[in-house]
């Protein structure tokens, strides 16, 4: 075997064992990379009280109140598991109910949430505005389109 | 037949062959290009401000790609001592880098209306961001070492270290949770972007791909005069 493919192949074993070490580096450290828990993950491990935590669900259809100017109430869902946020603040723009969401807060006694940052996740589904009229038109609207 | 790509001086015929029909090209693509976005759709739910995607998601790919092509240029040039791929190297590294820079800023005035955030330390944007890091200390790299075989080396086996970072840019929406949203356009899936404005996206990425081709042209040209001045 020719020097140059010997040093081809020392390369290519040397990238793989580097990037199997970084893999282990990133999946043994998951909980500190993820942006946000969902409110089942939050649940279940049973995070310390008064900690800033981010979760991330659906805001509840019909959960949403509006106490007063820039004050809100609403709950968090992951289908599963629900909590009670309390809010302060401006709201993003694509905020709404059935709407992705990642909010910032402490969590309090009553597993309720008080946020001090509000996000608004979208997915990664892009149409024009008119055909979104037209599949309701038609009832072909499907709900997983959010 | 693709000789060009490894021989300075093929690389140079060339390249002098296809410059000047590649700059009209280039700049019908973009015009053409310009005219699709301005009367691309407006999202159903994000509106106007959809119409920053046809700026950040094509940088976006040129960044990576960038990366991907020095990478390969180091494994080469490392592998099989071929000089013209350092030449490569230190020719497209700023590129990448303006590429990222755009997609960094694009993106930020993208998630401010959208999500109500400027920035969040997510994986994707922490990733990129990192990106953006190594190709900052690429560049610096180039103005170390007196020895230009040592220099060229240590920013070869750099790169490479570096490029562990594409695949996690790459799968950072899949295997975290996230801010950003997951990818649209995917090999495996049909895209989940309506075809009306796919076009006017691919239509950019190819305009924003000549664009950096045609300075990518320019820079090796100068660095490979530069070479034979000095040598």
Same mark, same amino acid.
């Given at each position: 075997?020719s020097?140059r493919?010997?040093r081809?192949?020392?390369?290519?074993?040397t990238?793989?064992?580097l990037?199997?070490?970084?893999?282990?580096i990133?999946?043994n450290?998951k909980?500190?990379?993820?942006?946000f828990?969902?409110?089942?993950? $939050?649940i279940? +491990?049973?995070? !310390?009280?008064?900690? %800033? =935590?981010?979760?991330g669900?659906?805001?509840?259809k019909s959960s949403f109140?509006?106490?007063?100017?820039?004050?809100y109430e609403?709950?968090i869902?992951?289908?599963?598991?629900?909590l009670?946020?309390?809010?302060n603040g401006i709201?993003?723009?694509?905020?709404r109910?059935?709407?992705?969401t990642?909010?910032?807060?402490? $969590?309090?006694? +009553?597993n309720? !949430?008080?946020?001090? %940052? =509000?996000?608004?996740?979208h997915?990664?589904n892009?149409?024009?505005?008119?055909?979104?009229k037209e599949l309701?038109?038609?009832?072909?609207?499907k709900?997983?389109y959010? | 037949m693709?000789?060009?790509?490894?021989n300075?001086y093929?690389f140079?015929k060339?390249?002098?062959?296809?410059?000047k029909?590649?700059?009209?090209?280039?700049?019908?693509?973009?015009?053409a290009?310009?005219f699709?976005?301005?009367?691309?759709?407006?999202?159903?739910q994000?509106g106007?401000?959809?119409k920053i995607m046809y700026?950040?998601?094509?940088?976006?790919?040129?960044?990576l790609l960038?990366?991907a092509i020095?990478t390969?240029y180091?494994?080469?040039?490392?592998?099989?001592?071929i000089?013209f791929?350092?030449?490569?190297?230190k020719?497209?590294a700023?590129?990448?880098?303006v590429?990222?820079i755009l997609?960094?800023?694009s993106?930020?005035m993208?998630?401010k209306?959208?999500?109500?955030?400027w920035?969040?330390w997510?994986?994707?944007?922490?990733?990129?961001?990192?990106?953006?890091?190594?190709?900052?200390l690429?560049?610096?790299?180039n103005q170390?070492f007196?020895n230009r075989?040592v220099?060229?080396?240590?920013?070869?086996i750099f790169i490479?270290?570096?490029?562990?970072n594409l695949p996690?840019i790459?799968?950072?929406v899949?295997w975290?949770?996230?801010?950003?949203?997951?990818?649209?356009?995917s090999?495996?899936?049909?895209?989940?972007?309506?075809?009306?404005?796919?076009?006017?996206?691919?239509i950019?990425t190819?305009?924003?791909s000549?664009?950096?081709v045609?300075?990518?042209?320019?820079?090796?040209?100068?660095?490979?005069?530069l070479?034979k001045?000095f040598l």
């Amino acid at each position: 075997m020719s020097l140059r493919f010997q040093r081809l192949i020392l390369i290519l074993i040397t990238l793989v064992f580097l990037s199997a070490a970084v893999v282990l580096i990133l999946f043994n450290t998951k909980q500190n990379i993820v942006f946000f828990y969902t409110p089942t993950e $939050l649940i279940e +491990n049973d995070f !310390i009280l008064n900690k %800033k =935590v981010r979760i991330g669900g659906y805001v509840k259809k019909s959960s949403f109140i509006k106490k007063s100017l820039n004050t809100y109430e609403f709950k968090i869902t992951d289908n599963v598991n629900e909590l009670l946020v309390f809010y302060n603040g401006i709201l993003p723009d694509l905020f709404r109910e059935g709407q992705g969401t990642v909010i910032e807060g402490f $969590l309090n006694n +009553n597993n309720n !949430i008080v946020a001090s %940052k =509000v996000y608004a996740k979208h997915d990664e589904n892009y149409m024009p505005a008119s055909i979104k009229k037209e599949l309701e038109k038609n009832n072909q609207w499907k709900k997983n389109y959010k | 037949m693709f000789n060009f790509l490894i021989n300075p001086y093929k690389f140079n015929k060339f390249v002098d062959i296809i410059f000047k029909p590649l700059v009209i090209l280039t700049l019908l693509v973009l015009t053409a290009g310009l005219f699709l976005v301005y009367f691309s759709p407006l999202d159903y739910q994000q509106g106007l401000t959809v119409k920053i995607m046809y700026i950040h998601v094509p940088s976006a790919w040129l960044a990576l790609l960038t990366y991907a092509i020095m990478t390969i240029y180091s494994i080469i040039g490392l592998a099989f001592k071929i000089p013209f791929s350092f030449i490569i190297n230190k020719a497209i590294a700023p590129i990448g880098a303006v590429f990222t820079i755009l997609c960094l800023i694009s993106g930020s005035m993208w998630g401010k209306p959208m999500w109500g955030t400027w920035w969040v330390w997510d994986a994707r944007l922490t990733s990129v961001a990192i990106l953006f890091i190594v190709y900052l200390l690429i560049i610096f790299l180039n103005q170390t070492f007196e020895n230009r075989e040592v220099r060229e080396k240590t920013i070869a086996i750099f790169i490479l270290i570096g490029s562990i970072n594409l695949p996690i840019i790459k799968f950072s929406v899949d295997w975290w949770n996230t801010l950003h949203q997951t990818a649209s356009i995917s090999k495996l899936s049909a895209p989940s972007i309506d075809m009306s404005m796919l076009q006017p996206l691919l239509i950019m990425t190819i305009g924003f791909s000549m664009i950096g081709v045609i300075i990518a042209i320019l820079r090796i040209k100068a660095e490979i005069l530069l070479r034979k001045k000095f040598l």
